[in-house]
């Protein structure tokens, strides 16, 4: 009988090579030792759980040396040593066979029978590793016959796969030669009959007056076999019987070691991180029976796909259940984008075609995130959150399809949220600026307010604008601490220039607030304490909201707008023309200024020699633009408000709007927006003769 240590396991997933279990020894000292100092040296490495008990007295398991009486069993050693009686190799007494005689040798058969008839398989071996003896429970175990004799002189490690390799083969020869106190080591044998069995395998020195060792073997098999199913219950998903997440995960980080991918494959690595879209549905409204049964039928669908992926390529795409309705296919060794967007477009055709359960037909799409990069230097913990923020991408950007990781997505999307996380301490730490952009009067040229502006001064991402963090701040809700201060900070100015140039025409002041600032907080009540803290007249404050915010408002917002008019605050409507334009509603609105949208100016056509570009040569002007601002201009006169163009950036597009009646215009022609020592300077111009 030969063994094997390279064979497979009874579960694929549970293939180990041989462990190898072994202590060194203290180094023999000098002079003869007792039994008692070398049981001391070897009993505190025996396992109770795996290992038989150890008579400490004769080094033989307690099940051999308790058939005997104490005295006889005390005298074991010195029958078995090479000074005993004479009559079989190293000294051990052969079988007694028919008509042997009894009497003193009565004690040295009774040992030998007990021996045999254990049913622990066991081997005395000598320090050349040939077998003394053996019962036959190891004859046996490894299918040899039903008679031990038969393994007496044959090379103990071939029977039992000891040579397999070094490590095991070094320590087994060390316990041979006394410097070693045991190896305990587990292999996977081949039976004669063709099916293979695991064994745990002891090797145990004899008192040294012996010169030989004792070799135990345990048949482990059913033991592993109930590992082997454990491990396989805990490893997969019991709805889909797909790999589950711990298993996924373990695949994952062993496909990203250095030894997995260097010295063979393409050293690359895909991932599709599917989730089913509507699912909550299902389970809510059929129950999740139903939705076990579709998850079920989804994995078979993706198994298949993954086969299909899998043809002609050295490895099949791992499919797994993460949890809920989401699913991963684990793509080793990719050979790059193309192929990861073939098994994507595979999986969504796939699951195009409705379900049939037991009459049920049901529908149901999937959104993926798919991540393609080279292993090294890829952790799994970046691998999925770069999926799960592809998948992110894909259930926004409809749903129902694949997309793939992009690198200036992502980083955009970082920034977005380090942002965001450091909005409201922002506010706190002073980082927030105002800048102020002049409203002039189209008539006379005259200073008549300013429009306050925020500006982010971030440590680390510099100046930002009020486009890059104000819908950040929408989202989160810290529009409205941030309203707050832009608002008392802006009013505070305000009130600092009138006071500083009390000679020039008070200017007002025009500041934007976001509508969650209306719903999540008493703008009102804030107003009215901004007003009396600062001492600013409420006709010096304007507040501008949006179109889409303030068309249809009703309750709370209407409300809130009411009675800052009543208050004698300005209201005026922001990037008018481009939202909802219910020009009914408008004349019910305490509404006082309409902002006309830069579009609109910007689709001015320029002057003769007014174009950008200095060509001196201007397009043919469009007749249609005009009529519409005027008309919109015309409107607003007849409700009683005044009209503001934003983005007005030429002498021209000035010259045109002046003339079809525009009340005041705020753009690049009149100021960048600046800070307020400039505000300051234009006004001191203003007041003098």
Same mark, same amino acid.
């Given at each position: 009988?030969?063994?094997?240590?390279?064979g497979?396991?009874?579960?694929?997933d549970l293939?180990?090579?041989?462990v190898t279990?072994?202590?060194?020894?203290?180094p023999?000292?000098a002079?003869?030792? $007792?039994?008692e100092?070398?049981?001391?040296?070897?009993?505190?490495?025996?396992d109770?759980?795996?290992?038989?008990p150890?008579?400490?007295a004769?080094g033989?398991p307690?099940a051999? $040396?308790?058939?005997f009486?104490?005295?006889?069993?005390?005298?074991?050693?010195a029958?078995?040593s090479?000074t005993g009686?004479?009559?079989g190799?190293n000294?051990i007494?052969?079988?007694p066979?028919?008509?042997?005689a009894?009497?003193q040798?009565?004690?040295a058969?009774?040992?030998?029978?007990?021996? %045999?008839a254990a049913?622990?398989?066991?081997?005395v071996? %000598?320090?050349?590793?040939r077998i003394?003896?053996?019962?036959?429970?190891l004859? /046996?175990l490894l299918?040899?016959?039903s008679?031990g004799s038969?393994?007496?002189?044959?090379?103990?490690?071939?029977?039992? %796969?000891l040579?397999?390799d070094?490590?095991?083969w070094h320590?087994?020869?060390?316990?041979?030669r006394?410097r070693?106190?045991?190896l305990r080591c587990?292999?996977r044998?081949?039976?004669?009959d063709?099916h293979?069995?695991?064994?745990?395998?002891?090797?145990?020195?004899?008192?040294?007056?012996?010169?030989a060792?004792?070799?135990?073997?345990?048949?482990?098999?059913g033991?592993?076999?109930?590992?082997a199913r454990?491990?396989?219950?805990?490893?997969?998903?019991?709805?889909?019987?797909l790999?589950?997440?711990t298993l996924?995960?373990?695949?994952? $980080?062993?496909?990203?070691e250095a030894?997995a991918?260097?010295?063979?494959g393409t050293g690359?690595?895909?991932l599709?991180?599917? %989730?089913?879209?509507?699912f909550?549905?299902?389970n809510?409204?059929?129950g999740?029976?139903?939705?076990?049964?579709l998850?079920a /039928?989804v994995a078979?669908?993706?198994t298949?796909c993954?086969?299909?992926?899998?043809?002609a390529r050295?490895?099949?795409p791992?499919?797994?259940?993460l949890g809920?309705?989401e699913?991963a296919?684990?793509v080793e060794d990719?050979?790059?984008t193309?192929?990861?967007?073939?098994?994507?477009?595979?999986?969504?055709?796939?699951?195009?075609?409705p379900?049939?359960?037991?009459?049920q037909?049901l529908?149901?799409?999937?959104?993926?995130g798919?991540v393609?990069?080279?292993?090294?230097g890829?952790?799994?913990?970046?691998?999925m959150?770069?999926?799960?923020?592809t998948l992110?991408? /894909?259930?926004a950007?409809?749903?129902s399809?694949w997309?793939?990781?992009?690198?200036?997505r992502?980083?955009?999307?970082?920034?977005?949220?380090a942002l965001?996380s450091?909005?409201?301490?922002?506010?706190?730490?002073g980082?927030?600026?105002?800048e102020?952009?002049p409203l002039?009067g189209?008539?006379?040229?005259?200073l008549?307010?300013?429009e306050?502006?925020?500006?982010?001064?971030?440590?680390?991402?510099g100046?930002?604008?009020?486009?890059?963090?104000i819908g950040?701040a929408e989202?989160?809700g810290s529009?409205?601490?941030?309203?707050?201060?832009?608002?008392?900070?802006?009013?505070r100015?305000?009130?600092?220039?009138q006071?500083?140039?009390?000679?020039a025409e008070?200017?007002f002041v025009?500041v934007?607030?976001?509508?969650?600032?209306?719903?999540d907080s008493?703008?009102?009540?804030?107003v009215?304490?901004i007003?009396?803290?600062?001492?600013l /007249?409420?006709?010096?404050l304007q507040?501008?909201?949006t179109?889409?915010?303030?068309?249809?408002?009703?309750?709370r917002?209407l409300q809130?707008?009411?009675?800052?008019?009543?208050?004698g605050?300005g209201?005026?409507?922001d990037?008018?023309?481009?939202?909802?334009?219910?020009l009914?509603?408008?004349?019910?609105l305490?509404v006082?200024?309409?902002?006309?949208?830069?579009s609109?100016?910007?689709?001015?056509?320029?002057e003769?020699?007014?174009?950008?570009?200095g060509?001196g040569?201007?397009?043919p002007?469009?007749?249609?633009?005009?009529v519409?601002?005027?008309?919109m201009?015309?409107?607003a006169?007849r409700?009683?408000?005044?009209?503001t163009?934003?983005?007005v950036e030429?002498a021209g597009?000035?010259?045109?709007?002046?003339r079809?009646?525009?009340d005041?215009?705020?753009g690049?022609?009149?100021?960048?927006?600046v800070?307020?020592?400039?505000?300051?300077d234009?006004l001191?111009e203003a007041?003098?003769?």
């Open positions: 009988m030969s063994g094997t240590s390279d497979q396991a009874p579960t694929a293939v180990r090579s041989a279990e072994s202590q060194i020894a203290t023999p000292r002079g003869a030792s $007792s039994p100092e070398r049981a001391r040296r070897v009993e505190p490495l025996a109770p759980l795996t290992d038989p150890v008579d400490l004769t033989l307690v051999l $040396s308790a058939e009486p104490v005295g006889l069993a005390a005298g074991l050693p029958r078995l090479a009686p004479p009559g190799p000294g007494p052969p079988r066979g028919p008509g042997t009894t009497g040798g009565t004690g058969h009774t040992f030998q029978a007990t021996f %045999d049913p622990l398989a066991m081997a071996v %000598d320090r050349e590793g003394v003896t053996a019962n036959d429970t004859a /046996a299918g040899t016959g008679d038969h393994l007496t002189g044959r090379i103990a490690a071939d029977l039992v %796969d040579a397999s070094a490590r095991t320590a087994y020869r060390e316990v041979l006394g070693q106190a045991r587990t292999r044998l081949k039976h004669p063709g293979s069995l695991w064994a745990q395998v002891t090797v145990s020195p004899l008192p040294e007056e012996e010169r060792v004792l070799i135990s073997v345990s048949d482990i098999s033991r592993r076999e109930l590992q454990l491990r396989h219950l805990q490893m997969h998903d019991p709805v889909t019987r790999p589950n997440r996924f995960f373990e695949r994952l $980080s062993a496909a990203l030894e991918y260097e010295e063979s690359r690595i895909g599709c991180y599917l %989730d089913l879209d509507g909550k549905a299902v809510d409204t059929l999740h029976r139903v939705g076990d049964r998850l /039928a078979e669908r993706l298949r993954a086969n299909e992926a899998g043809h050295t490895a099949t791992l499919v797994a259940r809920g309705d699913f296919l684990l990719s050979t790059g193309e192929q990861l967007a073939d098994l994507a477009g595979s999986v969504l055709k796939s699951l195009q075609v379900f049939d359960l037991s009459g037909r529908s149901v799409s999937a959104s993926i798919v393609e990069r080279h292993a090294a890829t952790t799994a913990t970046g691998l959150q770069a999926a799960d923020t992110y991408w /894909a259930k950007d409809g749903k399809r997309t793939l990781f992009d690198p200036e992502n980083a955009h999307r970082m920034t977005r949220q965001s450091s909005l409201r301490p922002a506010v706190e730490r980082e927030f600026v105002l102020y952009q002039v189209m008539e006379d040229g005259v008549r307010g300013v306050a502006l925020v500006r982010w001064n971030h440590p680390q991402f100046t930002l604008t009020p486009n890059r963090f950040l989202e989160d529009i409205v601490q941030l309203g707050r201060w832009v608002l008392a900070t802006a009013c100015q305000a009130r600092r220039w006071l500083e140039h009390p000679d008070p200017i025009s934007n607030v976001a509508v969650r600032q209306v719903w008493d703008l009102v009540s804030d009215a304490a007003l009396a803290e600062t001492g /007249a409420p006709h010096l507040l501008e909201l179109e889409s915010a303030v068309m249809g408002s009703a309750g917002p809130a707008l009411q009675a800052l008019s009543d208050m605050v209201i005026a409507i990037d008018f023309g481009t939202g909802y334009s219910n009914a509603y408008l004349s019910r305490p006082s200024v309409l902002k006309l949208d830069g609109f100016v910007r689709g001015f056509q320029y003769s020699g007014d174009q950008p570009g060509d040569v201007g397009a002007p469009n007749p249609a633009d005009e519409v601002v005027e008309a201009i015309q409107l006169h409700l009683g408000l005044t009209v163009a934003e983005c030429t597009q000035a010259t045109r709007l002046r079809i009646g525009c005041t215009g705020q690049w022609l009149y100021s960048r927006p800070a307020p020592d400039r505000i300051s234009l001191t007041a003098r003769p």
